[in-house]
């Protein structure tokens, strides 16, 4: 059995009387993609979010390897190992694909505050960023302005970026939205190598992706957990099909 | 490899730096000529450091005159008044100091971004300038006077004689062509790279792992004490410092130049900081109202070039960006 690498114990985070987390515990193991599906507003975005240091939690705690992290600074996060994508596209457009990596791998590797070397000088950083290129399949365009190529390839820059931080565990908050059915498959192939090496927490509204990818999914209902399963058992139990997936056919 | 971005760049600079070198013999000392250019050639390491700042890091500020300001009044206080010191000991002096003013502002500063920051830099400055321009001790609104300028002997050996307006000039162009060096380098830096990280997408940087806050700090601490190194230039040039120097009014100017020559561009502040001078001395002999003219032609120029004369020259050189 693989180990728990993050965890959340009691977690709540509240946007004045809202409660987008309310008392939330979960458990993230490696070498495992872990969804986390959910209605609108059920706040998927916000744990991962909260996860990652952008928001930082009204109450709880999070646990990384076993050791408390919640009073990191947000970017402390990254350092540590976590490392996350984002819903809407957030690169750096005016560099290109390669610079975009490089910019990430930059912060592992050190040296960001040498004012006189050239940055092109240091290949070990641009040796991360062309193979997390590669990993997301963009060695292609690493030359090309990130603002230049597709909508996909930009949502696998994305991937790339957040593998060139050599991170333990990727938060990834919706990888797939507004993709096509084609660009999807390659986003769902790409996870699937993804996952036999990071612990990856996957928030994503492509029920077709998150079945097929899924070792562990979590149901989320208002803020609160309700249900942590493998797919097959998720699928059929009626709890979930009643409070959450309805009727077969209805679109979430 | 090279340090210049693009074409039209390199052929500027080689220009600019060919024809500094020589004009003065063609000006067979003409001292009202050779003062001027060494004026603008001062203001433009002063609009260069702004430009890398706004340009480059995205901080804008209203109260780099300050620094300016500073740089001369540092250097006055400091130095004894009837002895003559060593220059470059005292642009140590001057850099360090100035760098050490601008690390306390910059960490209160900084806290801050946009039109925030426009407005706690222009607060600051404007302190500044009114504690020199109330203080007794320090020559109030008249400011202090510099009776003996520096030498500028290294190990025993001099060179340099700052009384003389060519040796100066030469003086303030290598300052220049020293300062676009510095600002070419750390723009192609390790540093460099989260520079322009930060200032396209903070929030971005910030998820990536840096302490964006530290780098801010650092580019600000470069460019003010530059600044700095502006002012002790102008103060030795005209032999005294007033409170002047820090008005917002330069800030605004210097602002405007960078716009006109290129705004994040480096090299673009010489080509602001001379097209303005150049287009003010020249407008100022036509008509008496040659504020309400100037302001007109930089307004048409600054829409109608939307990267400035670098990005306009870069054009015409086919470039593109």
Same mark, same amino acid.
């Given at each position: 059995?693989? &180990?728990?690498?993050?965890?959340?114990?009691?977690?709540?985070?509240?946007?004045?009387? @809202?409660?987008?987390?309310?008392? @939330?515990?979960?458990?993230?193991?490696?070498?495992?993609?872990h969804?986390i #599906?959910?209605?609108?507003?059920?706040?998927?975005?916000?744990?991962l979010?909260t996860?990652?240091?952008?928001y930082?939690?009204?109450?709880?705690? %999070?646990?990384?390897?076993?050791k /408390?992290?919640?009073?990191?600074?947000?970017?402390?996060?990254?350092?540590?190992g976590?490392g996350?994508?984002? &819903?809407?596209?957030? +690169?750096?457009h005016n560099?290109?694909?390669?610079?975009?990596c490089?910019?990430?791998?930059?912060?592992?590797?050190g040296g960001s505050?040498?004012l006189?070397?050239?940055?092109?000088k240091?290949? &070990?950083?641009?040796?991360?960023?062309?193979?997390?290129?590669?990993?997301?399949? !963009?060695?292609?365009?690493?030359?090309?302005?990130?603002?230049?190529?597709?909508?996909?390839?930009?949502?696998?820059?994305? %991937?790339?970026?957040v593998?060139?931080?050599?991170?333990?565990?990727? $938060?990834?908050?919706?990888?797939?939205?507004?993709?096509g059915?084609e660009e999807s498959?390659? +986003?769902?192939?790409?996870?699937?190598?993804l996952?036999?090496?990071?612990? %990856?927490? !996957? #928030?994503?509204?492509?029920?077709?992706? #998150?079945?097929? !990818?899924?070792?562990l999914m979590?149901?989320?209902?208002?803020?609160?957990?309700?249900?942590t399963?493998?797919?097959d058992?998720?699928?059929?139990? /009626?709890?979930?099909?009643?409070?959450?997936?309805?009727?077969?056919?209805?679109?979430? | 490899?090279?340090?210049?971005?693009?074409?039209?760049?390199k052929?500027?600079?080689?220009?600019? =730096?060919?024809?500094?070198?020589?004009i003065?013999?063609?000006?067979?000392?003409?001292t009202?000529?050779?003062?001027?250019?060494?004026?603008?050639i001062?203001l433009? +390491?002063?609009?260069?450091?702004?430009?890398?700042?706004?340009?480059?890091?995205?901080?804008i500020?209203? *109260?780099?005159?300050? =620094?300016?300001?500073?740089?001369?009044?540092?250097?006055?206080i400091?130095a004894?008044?009837?002895?003559?010191?060593?220059?470059?000991?005292?642009?140590?002096y001057?850099?360090?100091?100035s760098?050490?003013?601008?690390?306390?502002?910059?960490l209160?500063?900084?806290r801050?971004? *946009?039109?925030?920051?426009i407005m706690?830099?222009?607060?600051?400055?404007q302190?500044?300038?009114y504690f020199?321009?109330?203080s007794?001790e320090?020559?109030g609104?008249d *400011?202090?006077f510099?009776?003996i300028?520096?030498?500028?002997?290294? =190990?025993g050996?001099?060179?340099?004689?700052?009384?003389?307006?060519?040796?100066?000039?030469?003086?303030? $162009?290598?300052?220049?062509f020293?300062?676009?060096?510095?600002?070419?380098?750390i723009?192609n830096?390790?540093?460099?790279r989260? #520079?322009?990280?930060l200032?396209?997408?903070?929030?971005?940087a910030t998820a990536?792992?840096?302490? %964006? =806050?530290?780098f801010?700090?650092?580019?600000?601490?470069?460019?003010?004490? !530059?600044?700095?190194?502006?002012?002790? $230039?102008?103060?030795?040039?005209?032999?005294?410092?007033?409170?002047?120097?820090?008005s917002?009014?330069?800030?605004?100017t210097?602002?405007?130049?960078?716009?006109l020559?290129?705004?994040?561009?480096?090299?673009?502040?010489?080509i602001?900081?001379?097209?303005y001078e150049?287009?003010?001395?020249y407008?100022?002999?036509?008509?008496?109202?040659?504020?309400?003219?100037?302001?007109?032609?930089i307004i048409?120029?600054?829409?109608? @070039?939307?990267? *400035?004369?670098a990005?306009f020259?870069?054009?015409?050189?086919?470039?593109?960006?």
């Open positions: 059995m693989s &180990q728990t690498i993050l965890e959340a114990e009691n977690l709540c985070k509240f946007w004045g009387g @809202l409660k987008a987390l309310n008392e @939330l515990n979960i458990q993230f193991k490696d070498n495992q993609l969804s #599906v959910g209605p609108n507003g059920a706040g998927k975005s916000t744990l979010n996860l990652c240091g952008a930082p939690a009204t109450s709880g705690v %999070i646990l990384y390897h076993g /408390p992290i919640t009073n990191l600074k947000s970017y402390e996060f990254c350092r540590a976590i996350r994508s984002f &819903q809407k596209t957030n +690169i750096f560099a290109t694909c390669l610079e975009n490089c910019i990430a791998a930059q912060q592992r590797i505050f040498n006189f070397r050239k940055r092109s240091n290949r &070990q950083i641009t040796e991360i960023a062309r193979s997390a290129l590669e990993q997301a399949g !963009l060695s292609a365009r690493a030359d090309i302005r990130a603002a230049e190529v597709s909508y996909g390839e930009q949502r696998q820059l994305e %991937i790339a970026m593998l060139a931080t050599s991170p333990k565990v990727l $938060l990834l908050d919706e990888p797939m939205a507004g993709m059915h498959q390659t +986003i769902i192939s790409l996870l699937k190598e996952k036999k090496r990071y612990c %990856i927490v !996957l #928030v994503e509204h492509d029920m077709d992706a #998150v079945f097929e !990818l899924s070792d979590t149901v989320m209902v208002d803020g609160q957990h309700l249900i399963d493998t797919v058992n998720i699928r059929n139990n /009626p709890l979930v099909q009643d409070a959450y997936l309805g009727n077969d056919d209805e679109v979430f | 490899m090279s340090i210049f971005s693009n074409k039209s760049e052929i500027f600079i080689y220009l600019f =730096f060919a024809i500094g070198l020589f003065p013999l063609f000006l067979e000392g003409n009202f000529y050779i003062n001027k250019f060494s004026t603008i001062i433009a +390491i002063f609009v260069m450091s702004l430009d890398y700042l706004v340009g480059r890091t995205g901080m500020t209203l *109260g780099h005159a300050m =620094f300016y300001g500073l740089g001369g009044y540092i250097f006055t400091l004894p008044e009837y002895e003559a010191v060593n220059f470059w000991v005292y642009t140590f001057v850099m360090l100091i760098g050490c003013i601008a690390l306390i502002v910059g209160i500063v900084l801050t971004s *946009g039109i925030y920051m706690i830099t222009l607060a600051l400055a302190m500044t300038f020199f321009a109330d007794v320090y020559g609104q *400011g202090l510099i009776y300028k520096p030498e500028t002997s290294i =190990f050996l001099s060179f340099l004689d700052l009384e003389n307006e060519t040796h100066f000039y030469y003086l303030c $162009l290598l300052s220049l020293n300062c676009f060096v510095f600002f070419k380098v723009m830096s390790s540093f460099g989260v #520079v322009d990280a200032k396209e997408n903070p929030d971005r990536l792992g840096y302490n %964006i =806050f530290h801010r700090l650092i580019a600000y601490v470069l460019s003010s004490s !530059l600044a700095a190194y502006a002012g002790y $230039l102008f103060a030795l040039q005209f032999g005294f410092v007033n409170p002047s120097m820090m917002w009014d330069i800030s605004a210097a602002l405007v130049m960078t716009l020559g290129g705004l994040g561009s480096v090299y673009g502040a010489i602001g900081s001379f097209m150049g287009l003010h001395y407008i100022e002999h036509l008509t008496e109202y040659w504020m309400f003219f100037m302001g007109a032609l048409v120029l600054v829409l109608t @070039l939307k990267h *400035g004369m990005g020259l870069n054009n015409l050189s086919g470039g593109k960006r």
